[in-house]
């Protein structure tokens, strides 16, 4: 399947990250939260190979460099264009978790989820979005590779990320998603913007809080609420000197260490 010019510019080139806080440029125009220091697609094909080698969840960065996973749940949904849109027009880039069945349920959404895939990395975030740790292992199967399968068809690029609906794992889904060539990904930082009555400031001063190098973000594309603080978001990763990365580019970047992988623990 062919790939979208973006897409196929983010395989071969890679994104760009900065060392260094940025200001605003001529016409107070501000330059890409991506900033100018590389890492090429290889470098986060050869992470993503590694991490699926040692089979651990992954909650963080190594926090060395001053870069953010922003991750984006649950879609496609109503809002993807304008997610997306925003990302874009910031130069940012994220990871998005996609659950199959949305991919169905929105069939007017005819280029999802390539458009994601414009912006940043796409995860498998099961077909169902069901709690892997009750399922079968015929429903296990299902969720995590037909989904992945389906995500693949439809973006037109290579699936080697997972996130468990709740974060609920245990070792049989850890060793399924390594079995399927994916890095399992959860976050250190809930912006709880899926409990129902969190408002967007609330869900914006969780992210806020939680913005430190290598963290990763956990958001959803299908809510509102995130959307009318989206552009708040991106301006406290700024403030803070952050520069957002896609989750494979932050393994490349900035891997957590081996202690933190095994112990989940990000500080
Ligand atoms: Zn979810």
Known sequence: MALGWKAARFLHHGARIA??????????????????????GAQTHNALDRFISYGYPVYCGGGTKPVVALTFDDGPGPYTQEVVGMLRQAGARATFFIVAKEIDGWPQLANEPRQEATVGAIGDHTWDHVDLTSATED????????????????????????????????????REIQAQEMVEVLWSVDSQDGENGTSG??????????????????MHENRGTTLRVLPQILAAVRAKGLHTVTVPELL????????????????
């Open 139 to 174: 429903e296990l199967q299902h969720e995590v590779v037909d989904s992945q399968q389906l995500i693949e068809e439809h973006s037109g690029v290579a699936v080697r990320l997972f996130r468990p609906p709740y974060g609920r794992r245990d070792l049989l889904v850890d």
């Open 201 to 218: 400031a609330e869900v914006l001063q969780n992210v806020e809080d939680g913005l430190r190098p290598g963290a990763i973000v956990l």
């Open 19 to 40: 060392a260094t806080p940025v200001a605003a440029g001529p016409g107070g125009r501000l330059p890409p939260l991506a900033g100018p220091q590389r890492v090429t």
């Open 252 to 267: 490349a970047a900035d891997p957590p260490s081996m202690s933190q992988l095994k112990s989940g623990n990000c500080h």
